[in-house]
């Protein structure tokens, strides 16, 4: 994955922990990248040893990092780096998550080596939506949960997410409803 987002994990836990949680985080992990570059790749199992350890240190589940995460992604990281990408991405949740099958595609125009999730709508009602989510990824199903409150966060939207179908439980791909 891109260094973005090992990055941003970085700063979720500095700026909630310090910056010492966060150099036994790495050490736990066997990193010992000084820093990230946001624009350059990095294996993906660095950014998931990164998670376990920061669940070892914190004490806290992975799912409950990845949700955490999800949010930070949403609110902080994607609003900073990329207002602009954001904003076209709609005025209304409702919006935003109909156009989320085509988000990663201009994501892809200024990060070309992007392997990105695929999202896609049914059941599009007036306050509520099912989104498809399908990634070669595993485990990251809170993480997309956290991205979608963070969402219903950013439109100052009350949402509630449901799963209900879970990849890791043997369905085809992981399906959200979310109702606001
Ligand atoms: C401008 C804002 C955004 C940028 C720059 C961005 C960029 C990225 C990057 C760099 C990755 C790592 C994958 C890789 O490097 O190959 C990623 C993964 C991901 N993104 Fe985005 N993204 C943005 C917004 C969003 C939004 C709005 C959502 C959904 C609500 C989303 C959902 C995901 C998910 C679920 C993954 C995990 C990878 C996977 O499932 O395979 N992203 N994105």
Not at 35 to 42: A, K, L, P, Q, R
Not at 87 to 113: C, I, Q, W, Y
Not at 132 to 161: C, D, M, N, W
Not at 164 to 169: L, R, S, V
């Amino acid at each position: 994955m891109y260094g973005m987002v090992n990055r941003a994990i970085e700063e979720m836990v500095i700026s909630a922990h310090g910056a010492e949680v966060w150099e036994q985080i790495k050490q736990k992990a066997n990193v010992d990248e000084d820093v990230f570059v946001s624009t350059e790749g990095y294996p993906d199992a660095m950014t998931y040893s990164l998670v376990g350890a920061a669940s070892e240190v914190l004490q806290t589940p992975a799912p409950v990092i990845l949700e955490a995460f999800g949010k930070h992604w949403i609110l902080r990281t994607a609003q900073e780096g990329y207002g602009d990408m954001m904003a076209a991405g709609g005025k209304t949740l409702r919006e935003f998550l109909v156009n989320l099958p085509d988000f990663h595609s201009r994501v892809s125009m200024v990060l070309p080596h992007l392997a990105p999730p695929r999202f896609y709508c049914s059941l599009l009602e007036e306050h509520s939506v099912h989104v498809h989510y399908q990634s070669h990824r595993a485990g990251l199903a809170p993480f997309v949960t956290g991205l979608f409150k963070g969402l219903g966060e950013r439109f100052a939207t009350a949402v509630e997410i449901e799963q209900i179908a879970d990849k890791t439980a043997g369905a085809d791909h992981d399906e959200f409803v979310v109702r606001w």
